[in-house]
């Protein structure tokens, strides 16, 4: 019932405002998913899938033996170049992407953790000030979808104390100390037992989900799994993909 009544509402925003293209922003038909010419299809992450890292074994860095320590696993139905990019900057602009991105992330929930049940799908939460500033969290516009796809309760369960640098100039050294004291659990959660869905827009070297993930932990979670709509590529192969497009 409910989720017929969220396709009526979406059928009805379509009406008021023409979708586009996730991709390249482009106006498409009613109920044309993208524009026809752009796919994310050379992107999506292939099985057999690393459960630490979310990528194709044959993409996987990840030494062996070394289960993670505050997570369970991290999933994402797209290694993040090309079109997936283009959609992941377009979610940042509070553009189109989030109904495709989530329902991808949903394909990827079911395939990586079909026997799993959780609790609560929560996000990484933004500073005040950036969220402020850019007025909403994409990663909470992906969480709020997934909890409507799934049906599982969405709680924020985190804050994020103080703006830190952006992360994608620095080293994965660099990123583990940048984000090191910035999450808390939000005042008056409890994740004490619960089963977490803990979602993100991309996973790079994960600091920042592991970061909250430990927070979790540290405040009693029972696990943490993380979602995401993309992950990215070890730097070389990211590279040599990137040289042809």
């Not at 799993?116 to 994409?138: K, V, W, Y």
């Not at 979808?145 to 599982?152: K, N, P």
């Not at 927070?215 to 709509?229: K, Y």
Request: proline fraction near 4%; charged fraction near 30%; glycine fraction near 8%.
């Amino acid at each position: 019932m409910y989720k017929e009544a969220a396709r009526v509402r979406d059928f009805l925003i379509d009406l008021i405002y023409p979708p586009r293209c996730p991709y390249c922003g482009r106006v498409i038909a009613l109920g044309e998913r993208t524009c026809g010419t752009c796919t994310a299809e050379p992107w999506r992450i292939a099985a057999p899938r690393c459960g630490r890292c979310g990528r194709n074994r044959r993409e996987c860095t990840c030494s062996s033996g070394h289960a993670p320590k505050y997570y369970q696993g991290v999933a994402a139905p797209f290694y993040f170049g090309g079109t997936v990019r283009s959609a992941v900057y377009r979610l940042k602009r509070r553009c189109d992407p989030v109904r495709l991105l989530s329902e991808e992330m949903y394909r990827s929930l079911r395939e990586s953790y079909g026997d799993l049940e959780f609790d609560r799908i929560t996000c990484i939460p933004m500073s005040r000030r950036a969220r402020r500033a850019r007025g909403f969290n994409q990663s909470r516009e992906l969480a709020v979808a997934l909890a409507r796809l799934t049906g599982i309760r969405f709680e924020e369960l985190l804050v994020k104390h103080f703006d830190t640098q952006v992360q994608h100039s620095l080293t994965a050294e660099e990123r583990r100390a940048n984000v090191l004291g910035a999450y808390d659990v939000r005042g008056g959660a409890d994740p004490s037992g619960l089963r977490i869905l803990l979602v993100d827009d991309v996973f790079t070297t994960g600091s920042t989900a592991i970061e909250c993930a430990k927070m979790l932990c540290f405040s009693g979670a029972q696990s943490v799994h993380i979602l995401c709509a993309a992950i990215t590529l070890p730097e070389k192969r990211e590279y040599r993909v990137d040289k042809r497009e």
